[in-house]
């Protein structure tokens, strides 16, 4: 099988992954409840996995680190907990569901008032874009770093300074970008980070990670047993378990930690460096085929390993199906950000998705691009 669906999930996992699960199933109780070894065990894997995050994202000093199920779990801890009542959202037109929907929802039960900014011709979003959409009110702006669907990578730095310039909290979807490259968030500053740990981190499915700068003012979405406090009735005020209510994934948590320290090994400039040049081979090629449309950005600046694009007149799920057939595992349709469509004109077809991850070869790239020319021959 060739699969090059890495931006829905990771797919192989790493040994290491599969090992760590395996030896948590083995060892881990319940972490941050009991005081036995079983729970010990528990409670070192969270914290490992918790340092392991810190480090590959340089979030040390500033940062706490709360573990989610999946990014849209993180996003809907920070979207909710950020705003209330009439406060005013800003957002992008490239966002994904998991963005969008939570916001909606609050549009309705809370009077959220929403602006959302669309890309420049290349698809990117402008800071200058952001700036303008500011308010009196606004009380976040959402911006992904990469689009799960053009695989652009968008100016986030200086969106976040725009931010910062205003005395707004800035929330980063790093969905597309964590572990496929560098994001160092002692230098970015964001207040904060959503991400899965499913995709570019290699971990298991179940697993997300919220980045919460020092000083962000977030309420509790979800309440329960914290393994603290047991009298309070309100959640801990600390970070994580202001948070983190419940029974944790530590098996899937283990495992993730065991991805993150594989990735550090690696280096993610070297997985990022590696990417890039599976997707320009790919590119140099597909550009060729005709009547191809493709979505990317025009400057390979801006370009990660995400590419879509369509054959016209072809429906992008027969190119799919087709390429499925063959063992090759591509997404097609359109990728869970509707407004994207709106902008590439795709919200009658949506489009055909290749996403690369550190394994994909470029013998993977030349049989994929073999295949389509036949099924479309
Ligand atoms: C940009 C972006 N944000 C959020 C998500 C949601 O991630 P998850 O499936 O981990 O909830 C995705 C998933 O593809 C995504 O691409």
Known sequence: MIYLDNAATMFPRPDCVKDAVLHALDMAGNPGRSAHEAAFAADEMMEQTRQSLCRLFHAEEDYACV????????????????????????TTMMEH????????????????????????????????????????????????????????????QEIINVC??????CLIDASQA???????????????VAMPGHKGLCGPQGTGVLFVKNGTDLSPTRFGGTGILTFSQEMPQEYPS????????????????????????????NIAA?????????????????????????DAAYRSGVVSFNIASIDPSHIANALAQEHICVRAGFHCAPLAHKCMNTTHCGAVRVSFSMFNTHDEVDSFLSTLRRIIR
Do not use: C, W
Request: hydrophobic share 40%; proline share 6%.
């Open 67 to 90: 573990f989610a199920q999946n990014a849209t779990d993180a996003l809907n801890m920070a979207i909710p907990g950020s705003l209330n009542e009439g406060d005013h959202a800003v």
């Open 97 to 156: 569901n998991s963005v969008l929907r939570p916001l909606y929802a609050l549009q309705k039960t809370r009077n959220v008032e929403l602006t959302i900014v669309p890309p420049d011709e290349m698809g990117i979003i402008r800071p200058a874009q952001i700036e303008k959409a500011l308010q009196k009110n606004t009380k976040l702006v959402i911006v992904t770093h990469v689009s799960n669907v053009t695989g652009a990578i968008m100016p986030v």
């Open 164 to 169: 910062r310039r205003h005395g707004i909290p």
């Open 178 to 192: 964590a572990g496929h490259m560098a994001v160092d968030l002692q230098s970015l500053q964001a207040d904060l």
């Open 242 to 269: 202001h948070l983190e209510a419940g029974t944790q994934n530590v098996h899937g948590i283990a495992g993730l930690g065991a991805g993150v320290r594989m990735l550090q090994e690696k280096g993610v400039e």
């Open 274 to 298: 590696h990417e890039k040049e599976l997707t320009e081979h790919l590119l140099s090629e597909l550009t060729n085929f005709p009547d191809v449309v493709i979505y990317s950005p025009q």
